[in-house]
Each structure stands twice: as structure tokens, then as C-alpha cells.
């Protein structure tokens, strides 16, 4: 997954004018993490709440 420059310059001119490069890179890695889950939101790979709720329900007994 890749980024254009301006979407970078973008997420820079909201960080506050001193960041620690950690935030920076956490805001890139979270970016690439909410555009890989909406790409597998629009090409269906989902897993319902019921089916979640089955598969954890385990766990909690």
C-alpha cells in the first residue's frame, strides 16, 4: 500500500508544530491500517457481530 507525498504533507500539517517522529510514524502506520480495513470492507470480507459473538462466546464460560 502506497501514499502520495501530498497525503503525507497533509497528515503533517496536522500534527502539532513539535511531534515526536514515534507519533509520526504511529499516524502513517494507522493510516495504512484504516485504509487496508476499508478495502476489506468494500470487497466483502466481513465477519458479522453474530459470528463473533459465537466464536468468543467460549471464552467467557
Not at 4 to 30: A, H, M, N, S
Not at 46 to 58: D, F, G, P, R
Amino acid at each position: 500500500m502506497s501514499i502520495t507525498k501530498q497525503q503525507v504533507l497533509d497528515l503533517i500539517k496536522d500534527l502539532p508544530d513539535e511531534v515526536d517522529i514515534d507519533e509520526v510514524i504511529y499516524r502513517l502506520y494507522l493510516r495504512q491500517q484504516l485504509e487496508a480495513a476499508e478495502k476489506d470492507v468494500q470487497e466483502g470480507r466481513l465477519v458479522s457481530h453474530e459470528e463473533v459473538v459465537k466464536e468468543t462466546s467460549a471464552w467467557f464460560i
